[in-house]
């Protein structure tokens, strides 16, 4: 049975501030030039060799048959990085292609960075589609580049999915079997078109509605859109649309997100066109909106540094604290289980490990010991208790807050 319920970390009481940092890191190192080129050899402005001399993408509309060729290419990019990919097949011609980059922690936890790679318009015309969504689509082939030697606490898939244009065909295969798998998705950031600003207004919108923890996701987006400074106007938008593939992961009973350019109020004028071209591009645009959809995904996989992670002692055995309720809407009551006199810092991290609420000092000894936290002025979203003693001890405790 999947759950809201976020489970115990042992040993991370000095990684939230890291995990800050490393997320800011991450943002500074998405490339626009990398970025642009991959549109440009995915929508045919540049040649590409999948193995057989070079060759020009024209279209990636699923009946055509360079739609074959732009997964060799994508299998191909995610090689040269020393990714192993996967060719899942959902019917005779539609074929998602998957990445798997397993936790160091959580491995049983997944968080997925996605967009879709078919195309239209149909039929023997060019289909570049380089907005809709080459955009996307290279934005996940830049985080897998830039994060291939990142280790994560959670399990991060990057996914490309097919036949979206037919009706999410693709994703909502993916979706469904994983639900029946009963996998635990903690969070899917989809990317559906997010290189077009026509009037410069720098809008974007993130669409969410709550099923499971959609909420909280994009509380995550609009944490990391301000903690570091990311020059987007972001827009909400609840209950959000369901044309892109987001929609399969909440039908499925999982929370995601979509982060699209401002599409009703602004919408590109060669959306499923051949002239959905790269030259077409507020490039600083697409550079910032691929940055926030990045980052926000590293926040929710939780980038892990073991040389930063504070270890429990042998004698303090899990489970080391818990807390209750959780999801909370007001009064948190964490529990700690102690095994050693000693002084007990308590801080309460945000889900980009910026400190929510003042940290606490306790002088505490061996036994069961609690104590409360008021989260009702707290926005909703994942939080993270962390305690650790004077005598090395230490434990950590995700909370989820909801409205």
């Not at 955009?135 to 991060?156: K, M």
């Not at 003693?389 to 995700?398: N, P």
């Amino acid at each position: 049975m999947r759950s809201l319920l976020f489970p115990l970390a042992i040993g991370c009481s000095s990684l939230l501030p890291a995990q800050s940092d490393m997320i800011g890191e991450i943002i500074d190192s998405v490339r626009i030039d990398s970025m642009l080129l991959f549109v440009e050899e995915m929508s045919g402005e540049v040649p590409v060799n999948v193995g057989a001399g070079p060759v020009t993408i024209s279209s990636r509309h699923s009946d055509n048959a360079m739609n074959a060729v732009a997964q060799q290419y994508y299998e191909q990019k995610f090689a040269s990085w020393g990714y192993t990919s996967t060719a899942q097949a959902f019917n005779a011609t539609g074929r998602n292609v998957l990445v798997t980059k397993t936790g160091s922690l959580y491995p049983d936890e997944i968080v997925i960075l996605c967009a879709h790679y078919d195309a239209l318009p149909a039929g023997m015309f060019n289909a570049p589609a380089a907005d809709d969504d080459g955009s996307g689509c290279a934005a996940v082939l830049e985080a897998a580049r830039i994060l291939q030697d990142i280790p994560f606490e959670r399990t991060i898939v990057f996914a490309l999915w097919d036949q979206e244009e037919q009706g999410k065909i693709g994703s909502i295969y993916y979706a469904n079997s994983m639900a029946g798998n009963d996998e635990n998705i903690v969070g899917v950031v989809n990317m559906d078109a997010i290189a077009w600003d026509g009037n410069a207004d720098k809008k974007a919108r993130v669409h969410a509605r709550p099923v499971a923890n959609s909420m909280a996701i994009a509380d995550t987006v609009f944490a990391v859109l301000d903690r570091y400074s990311i020059d987007i106007d972001l827009l909400l938008t609840t209950p959000g649309a369901t044309y892109s593939d987001h929609a399969s992961f909440w039908s499925a009973g999982y929370g995601a997100v979509l982060m699209i350019e401002e599409f009703s109020g602004d919408p590109n004028p060669f959306y499923h066109t051949m002239n959905d071209r790269v030259e077409h591009f507020d490039v600083p645009y697409f550079e910032k909106l691929a940055k926030l959809s990045i980052g926000s995904m590293a926040a929710l996989a939780v980038p892990y540094d073991p040389g930063a992670a504070v270890r429990l002692r042998a004698g303090m055995n899990p489970p080391a604290a818990y807390a209750y309720p959780n999801p909370v809407t007001t009064d948190v009551q964490v529990w700690l289980e102690v095994t050693e006199t000693g002084t007990y810092r308590i801080q309460l991290f945000d889900a980009v490990g910026k400190e929510a609420l003042p940290s606490r000092e306790y002088d505490l000894t061996p036994g069961k010991r609690g104590f409360s936290y008021d989260m009702s002025t707290l926005v909703p979203g994942s939080y993270t208790v962390v305690i650790h003693s004077d005598r090395g001890a230490s434990a950590a405790v995700k909370v989820l807050r909801i409205p």
